[in-house]
């Protein structure tokens, strides 16, 4: 059975960084697009970044990198600010894919993110 598995969420304050951890289950980078996605409260789900296979990948504040022993994806995010407050979902894709929720069929349960100003 795939799986994807997020932990990492919590509270911190405006400013500081965060790493969420993807641990996946039933699959591994190979052939697979993995992505980061968040919902505030009121607002669709939508991207952050997203990669195929194992690359990273840095964009702004925000960077997505793996560790294939652990099986495992990270989001690192640096100097965070309140509207990042979100909850935030690990999901894969087998295949290439653009990175777009409609894309991916495999979705963690996702982890609250909460920035404090």
């Known amino acids: 059975q795939v799986q994807v598995v997020e932990s990492g969420g919590g509270s911190v304050q405006a400013g500081e960084s965060l790493r969420l951890s993807c641990k996946l289950h039933g699959l591994t980078f190979n052939g697979y697009t993995l992505g980061w996605f968040r919902q505030a409260p009121g607002q669709e789900r939508g991207p952050v970044l997203c990669v195929y296979e194992s690359t990273s990948y840095t964009e702004g504040r925000f960077s997505v990198s793996s560790d294939a022993a652990q099986n495992t994806l990270y989001l690192q995010m640096n100097n965070l600010k309140p509207e990042d407050t979100a909850v935030y979902y690990c999901?894969?894709?087998?295949?290439?894919?653009?990175?777009?929720?409609?894309?991916?069929?495999?979705w963690g349960q996702g982890t609250q993110v909460t920035v404090s100003s």
């Open positions: 999901a894969a894709h087998l295949g290439f894919s653009q990175c777009r929720v409609i894309d991916f069929t495999t």
